[in-house]
């Protein structure tokens, strides 16, 4: 069984994360890594959005412009997301296709696992709900997407630490009535904050999930090569910062 790489480190635009997430799985699919996990710390506010998604659909573009909010397309399908550096938690895992469950939901709940597990262990009761959830009695959690290439495996998870609902409201388009109070309310049920059912920090959640992933694999905590960045950051300017990716549908 391959060693794993774990890298909790870098603080990067959204843009930057998307692009990293793009070189690190193509990596995989040529073979030329050992497979991955991936902690995001994020340097602002942001929205990433689906990869069949239309920006005009999903986002309050002026509110987003006021307040600095970083659009970014995703390569992975899903629903757009509200993210805050330090009210969120995302990671990637970047795996074999071969290591992967061909069913799609079984994937989704395997590749998860590790998280429901270490959230169990701090006191969330937290579960897996297909397709793609985290899920807590109160609400969402968080929520997962994939990209599925020949060889290699992307799956993202982004998790509600402490999320600002009604900022989140703000910024995406959810309906007319989306500011008011009912809908506030509405959306509080619907997402779940980690940070409500547990006493614990958001660094010592992280430190969780990663004690709880290397339990079973043999692991190595390292950074992204000097290569992997110069080729993210030329992937930033080309695609994840240009209107033809983020606004082309």
């Not at 397309?73 to 629903?79: E, K, S, V």
């Not at 939901?105 to 397709?131: C, H, I, M, T």
């Not at 009604?166 to 809908?183: F, N, P, Q, T």
Request: glycine letters at 6%; a negative charge; one cysteine or more.
């Amino acid at each position: 069984m391959s060693k794993w790489r774990v890298i909790n480190e870098g603080e990067y635009s959204e843009a930057m994360h998307h692009a990293i997430d793009e070189v690190l799985t193509e990596k995989m699919n040529n073979v030329d890594m050992r497979p991955t996990l991936r902690f995001w710390y994020r340097k602002g506010p942001s929205v990433p959005f689906g990869r069949f998604q239309a920006y005009q659909d999903e986002v309050e573009h002026e509110y987003a412009e006021e307040k600095g909010v970083e659009v970014v397309r995703r390569i992975t399908g899903g629903g757009a997301m509200f993210c805050e550096p330090g009210n969120v938690i995302t990671y990637s895992i970047y795996i074999p296709k071969d290591e992967v469950p061909e069913d799609v939901e079984e994937s989704y709940r395997k590749l998860d696992e590790f998280a429901v597990k270490a959230l169990n262990d701090l006191g969330v009761e937290a579960s897996y709900e297909p397709l793609n959830d985290i899920e807590h009695t109160d609400g969402k959690l968080g929520g997962a997407a994939q990209l599925r290439k020949q060889k290699a495996v992307l799956h993202h998870t982004t998790m509600s630490y402490d999320l600002d609902t009604e900022e989140m409201l703000k910024v995406l388009r959810i309906g007319k009535e989306k500011v008011s109070d009912k809908a506030v309310k509405s959306a509080e049920k619907r997402v779940s904050k980690i940070k409500d059912h547990t006493e614990a920090s958001r660094k010592q959640v992280i430190q969780a999930l990663i004690q709880k992933f290397v339990e079973d694999r043999k692991t190595v905590e390292e950074g992204l090569t000097e290569e992997e960045l110069e080729e993210a950051e030329k992937l930033v300017e080309e695609k994840f910062c240009s209107p033809e990716w983020n606004r082309k549908l």
